[in-house]
């Protein structure tokens, strides 16, 4: 009989702690190369599962055909993309009260954009993984077979400001040269937009208002990241403007021809701006500054190379995912 009471007891408190604890969703968004749906997009949620489990789990596609998704995650305009990510969540019923989020490498900056541009239904806690938040200052090189990766570097390095670049190669969108701001600043259709760095104010102030709701923003930097330069975009750094003297060796000044390990060297000692040195910082274009001086910014590291997540991402999803509504 005690025997009885004891299942019946633990039955029903193991029923009311899933209904009642009320897990806020969790929407992850791939990065380049990926589907939402790919053996390691499903892996991760079979994980996060695991870990949280009761927790509903969405994976943002701009195709539901695998193939289309991974295009468009080279090519197409971001700003439109946007546009239906957030109409897709917005039809999603069990995300309608908010989730919290994870983005890899660009799907990181791209879920910032949501925030600050739409954020109905609002995310509370957002993680991004090794995504480029500052942009990118070269463009990744691509493995020998990966097709669509080697036509979209090629197409990009004939002009990332053109035009044409601007509404069709993802990667040009958020490419931030720091030797040509002012080209940057008025021919970027999505980062400079989002990051509110404008040649002439007014800037956005809902962006700002918006990312200050955020209850968490976890930036996570992959120490050993080769893939995306600046590495530290991560972590909302860039590559200093270049002074005159860096600039020599890649000018028409340059009097001796360099050999490609002494270039590869002075690309290498290229100075860092640090967020907190940032303009976008310290005048709070977008919010940042506010979440930061709330304690809400989360400066976090995967020993790694980029998007090396094994053995890294277990303690930041069991921290900063699954919490319940009430834990605003
Ligand atoms: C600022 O951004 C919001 C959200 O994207 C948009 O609705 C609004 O039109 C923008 N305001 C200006 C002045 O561009």
Redesign the pocket.
């Known amino acids: 009989m005690l025997f009885l009471i004891l299942v019946v007891i633990s039955v029903l408190g193991y029923v009311s702690s899933a209904a009642l604890k009320d897990i806020r969703p969790l929407v992850i968004w791939h990065g380049l190369g990926d589907t939402y749906d790919s053996p390691g997009m499903l892996q991760f949620q079979s994980e996060v599962k695991k870990m949280h489990p009761g927790i509903f789990v969405h994976s943002v596609y701009i195709d539901q055909n695998p193939k289309a998704d991974q295009r468009a995650g080279f090519y197409g305009k971001v700003n439109d993309q946007l546009d239906l990510v957030a109409a897709q969540f917005a039809s999603v019923p069990e995300l309608s009260r908010g989730f919290d989020a994870i983005g890899f490498s660009q799907g990181g900056q791209f879920l910032r954009a949501y925030v600050?541009?739409?954020n109905t239904p609002p995310i509370f806690n957002l993680i991004t993984f090794g995504s480029q938040h500052m942009g990118i200052s070269d463009l990744p090189l691509c493995s020998a077979y990966d097709l669509l990766c080697q036509i979209a570097r090629r197409a990009a390095r004939g002009g990332v400001y053109s035009d044409w670049a601007q509404e069709n190669l993802i990667q040009a969108q958020y490419f931030r040269d720091p030797a040509q701001l002012t080209l940057y600043l008025s021919a970027s259709s999505f980062l400079a937009d989002v990051n509110n760095e404008v040649l002439l104010p007014?800037r956005?102030?809902?962006?700002a208002a918006?990312l200050a709701t955020l209850s968490n923003l976890v930036l996570v930097l992959f120490a050993q990241d080769k893939t995306v330069v600046p590495k530290e975009s991560a972590w909302f750094g860039s590559e200093a403007p270049p002074q005159d003297d860096d600039a020599m060796p890649f000018g028409l000044g340059s009097q001796v021809p360099l050999t490609g390990s002494e270039l590869l060297q002075s690309k290498q000692e290229k100075t860092i701006v640090p967020m907190r040195l940032q303009p976008l910082y310290a005048e709070d274009w977008i919010g940042l500054r506010t979440l930061d001086e709330r304690g809400a910014v989360t400066l976090a590291t995967c020993p790694g190379e980029h998007m090396q997540l094994t053995g890294c991402w277990e303690d930041l999803v069991g921290k900063w995912i699954g919490w319940t509504f009430d834990q605003v």
């Open positions: 600050e541009r739409n007014p956005n102030e809902t962006y918006n």
